[in-house]
């Protein structure tokens, strides 16, 4: 069962920005930290960022720091991931997920349960 429809995927050229949107279906997001992931071909999933339930805090692996934020706006149950300064080794499918949580997040939680279907992102020139 998926729980998020993940969209704003597609192609982008080395250095431009694109901003991912991850709506909840089903539930409602508002007791759950939501964390971003991607896999690449051959590559295991990896943790990009998470939000805290009430988006008060955000943390990010280092790969993306500093490139990558998220945002939540619970009224409309949906997170952003907006990327900036793509790269290359940034093309994957990109996922989020939700975990039941009162307060903080971990991006390496293994404790998300809920899931989307994934959008493409591609980044060449």
């Known amino acids: 069962q998926l729980h998020f429809v993940e969209s704003g995927g597609g192609l982008v050229q080395p250095g431009g920005s694109m901003r991912l949107s991850c709506a909840a279906s089903g539930f409602s997001l508002n007791k759950n930290a939501v964390g971003w992931f991607r896999q690449a071909p051959g590559k295991e999933r990896e943790g990009v960022g998470c939000?805290?339930?009430?988006?008060?805090?955000?943390n990010f692996a280092d790969s993306v720091k500093g490139r990558f934020t998220i945002a939540r706006d619970n009224a409309k149950n949906t997170v952003y991931l907006q990327m900036n300064s793509l790269k290359p080794e940034d093309a994957a499918i990109y996922y989020c997920?939700?975990?039941?949580?009162?307060?903080?997040?971990?991006?390496?939680?293994?404790?998300?349960?809920?899931w989307g279907q994934g959008t493409q992102v591609t980044v060449s020139s």
């Open positions: 939000i805290s339930s009430r988006g008060s805090r955000a």
């Open positions: 997920a939700a975990e039941p949580r009162a307060s903080g997040c971990l991006v390496y939680s293994s404790d998300y349960d809920k």
